[in-house]
């Protein structure tokens, strides 16, 4: 996860109240249910000292029904000035988080949300293809769109005589163009930050659009399954999909592990530990804070221990918990975010790829 999309947040002004909470709505009583969790979540907010106003915010946020399939959780971040953070995740929690403190307590959203993957599917065929732009915990589409369409002389024509060769041309010219549309749009959807594109349909075009993508800053796997005549409702297509992206998760998952296997072996552009890490984001080095979000809810950090350690406006004598210390510090530095066993981590709470030794 690119933590800058986070930036907003800790640029705020805290204390903040953060609570993450269940608002599924998957059973007769579930409305009543959800009620009861909101009211509860209040009142804890109240017993840590949480301001009233504060409170009001993140609890008439909360009581707004979200009309998602089920399991949704929601996580509601508030201070003085009213809500700084909402968003939901299709992933069910153990139980509800309720913290007021000088830092959003986000590292439960992130653990939710880094187990989804933002991904396109193109379906294409000769005439171009259609783009749908999906995170891997929602059926629907975040956005879609068509690419190409040229269908003059698409489909060859049994000719004979001279014009043969023409006709053969002008439709392979033609297939091409609409190749071409079809990967500048995908084009488009990488750079907007989308790792992965799946690619299904006629085999000559999704040849023809994969090797344009060639050189991008995104994994491009081919399915065997579906086009666009099955408008992303085959059964087959959508199993191809579950396997593509699960195949995706534990390859970046071991790629991860394996780099951080090889620098602590040569003890090179990489830091172990909370305190470590700090000190790491005070020199601007991490590149990527892979964490073990609970794990790292057990260990402590002062900002005194790490003058420079940027993580807003916080008494540099109080302690902060290490989850919410660094992925504040993940935020406000540009850092990518990942989630990882403790177990994969070298036994420490929380590792980080460095941009450089030293």
Do not use: C
């Not at 880094?114 to 629907?140: I, K, T």
């Not at 994969?210 to 995104?218: F, M, T």
């Amino acid at each position: 996860m690119d933590a800058s999309r986070l930036s907003t947040v800790f640029q705020a002004d805290g204390p903040f109240a953060t609570v993450t909470l269940d608002v599924s709505h998957d059973s007769e009583s579930g409305a009543h249910e959800h009620e009861l969790r909101v009211r509860a979540a209040g009142e804890q907010l109240v017993e840590q000292g949480a301001d009233g106003a504060v409170v009001e915010a993140v609890t008439a946020r909360l009581s707004e029904l979200v009309d998602e399939p089920a399991p949704v959780t929601r996580t509601v971040v508030a201070n003085a000035g009213g809500v700084v953070f909402d968003e939901v995740v299709h992933q069910r929690i153990d139980a509800t988080a309720v913290h007021w403190g000088p830092l959003p307590d986000l590292s439960r959203w992130v653990e939710a949300a880094e187990r989804n993957v933002r991904f396109a599917l193109a379906l294409v065929d000769h005439e171009g293809g259609d783009v749908a732009v999906y995170q891997s915990d929602v059926p629907e589409p975040e956005s879609e769109t068509s690419a190409g369409g040229e269908t003059t002389h698409v489909h060859k024509v049994p000719v004979g005589g001279w014009s043969a060769l023409r006709y053969q041309h002008e439709t392979e010219n033609v297939w091409s163009r609409n190749a071409d549309a079809v990967a500048d749009e995908l084009d488009s959807v990488i750079k907007s930050g989308v790792p992965l594109v799946l690619l299904a349909g006629d085999p000559r075009s999704v040849a023809q659009v994969e090797n344009r993508l060639s050189n991008q800053r995104a994994t491009v796997v081919r399915l065997e399954s579906g086009g666009r005549a099955e408008d992303g409702g085959d059964e087959a297509q959508q199993q191809a999909i579950r396997e593509a992206l699960l195949e995706y998760t534990v390859a970046r998952r071991l790629e991860l592990s394996h780099d951080l296997k090889d620098r602590l072996g040569q003890d090179n552009a990489v830091a172990t530990g909370a305190r470590d890490i700090a000190d790491a984001f005070v020199k601007g080095q991490v590149d990527t804070l892979l964490v073990d979000p609970g794990a790292a809810r057990e260990v402590e950090l002062f900002v005194r221990d790490h003058p420079g350690f940027d993580v807003g406006d916080v008494p540099a004598d109080q302690p902060l918990r290490a989850d919410q210390a660094l992925v504040a510090a993940a935020a406000r530095t540009g850092a990518n975010i990942v989630v990882m066993p403790r177990s994969s981590l070298g036994g420490a709470p929380a590792a980080a790829l460095l941009r450089w030794n030293g």
